[in-house]
C-alpha cells in the first residue's frame, strides 16, 4: 500500500463539488485524511471565481494509471467537459500529487506534480496535512517547503467547511 496525496479544486458549486469528490473517495479507498478547506483566487485565469482548494491523503495499492483513470472519471461525472480550455472554471479538479515516493513519469502522469512547488493552494493545505512527509524528489519536509515558500500574489484563506457530519480540521 502507498500513500496517496491528492489536491482538489472547484469553482463552480464548490461545496456541493467538494462533497462529492470526498464521499467518492471515501467510499473507494476507506478511510481519508483531509486538509483544511481554503478559498484562493484564481491562478492564470480569466475569470475571477474563487476556488476552494484542499489536499487529501489515502492508502491504495492502485496503479497511478488506475487512480488517474478513476479521477478523471470522477471529474467528468461531475461535469467537467474534456474539451473545457485549461484555464477555465470548473467543477471538479483532483490532481494527483505524490503516490508513494514514486518519482518520474508513470502511466502518463508526472510524479511528484510539479504544482507543489509552485501553488500556495497545492502545498499549504499539503503542508498542513503532511508536514513530516517529504517531497520524494526535493528532500525538505512540506513544512519545511511551506516555511520557505515566497509567492505573495497568490492569496488563499481557510474557510468553515463540514463534511460527514464534521468540520474539517
Known amino acids: ?7 482538489i ?6 461545496e456541493h463539488h467538494v462533497r462529492t469528490c470526498l464521499d467518492a473517495l471515501a467510499s473507494t479507498f476507506g478511510s481519508l485524511a483531509v486538509s483544511r478547506v481554503f478559498e484562493s483566487e484564481p491562478v492564470g485565469f480569466e475569470d475571477g471565481r474563487n476556488f476552494f ?4 491523503a489515502f492508502e491504495s495499492d492502485w496503479m497511478v494509471g488506475e487512480l488517474q483513470a478513476w479521477c478523471k472519471r470522477l471529474e ?3 461535469g467537467r467537459r474534456k474539451e473545457s480550455p485549461k484555464f477555465s472554471p470548473r467543477t471538479l479538479d483532483i490532481d494527483l500529487l505524490t503516490v508513494g515516493d514514486l518519482i518520474g513519469e508513470h502511466d502518463g502522469v508526472e510524479l511528484p506534480r ?13 503542508a498542513e496535512l503532511l508536514p513530516e512527509a517529504r ?11 511551506w516555511e520557505n515558500f515566497n509567492a505573495p500574489d497568490q492569496r488563499l484563506w481557510p474557510v468553515g467547511f463540514s463534511w460527514q457530519p464534521h468540520a474539517v480540521r
Open 114 to 126: 510539479g504544482e507543489i512547488l509552485q501553488h500556495a493552494f497545492v502545498l499549504q493545505p499539503l
Open 1 to 7: 500500500m502507498a500513500l496517496i496525496s491528492a489536491s
Open 76 to 78: 467528468f461525472a461531475n
Open 9 to 14: 479544486g472547484s469553482n463552480i458549486d464548490r
Open 53 to 56: 482548494n484542499l489536499v487529501v
Open 135 to 145: 517531497h520524494p524528489r526535493d528532500g525538505r519536509t512540506y513544512g519545511e517547503l
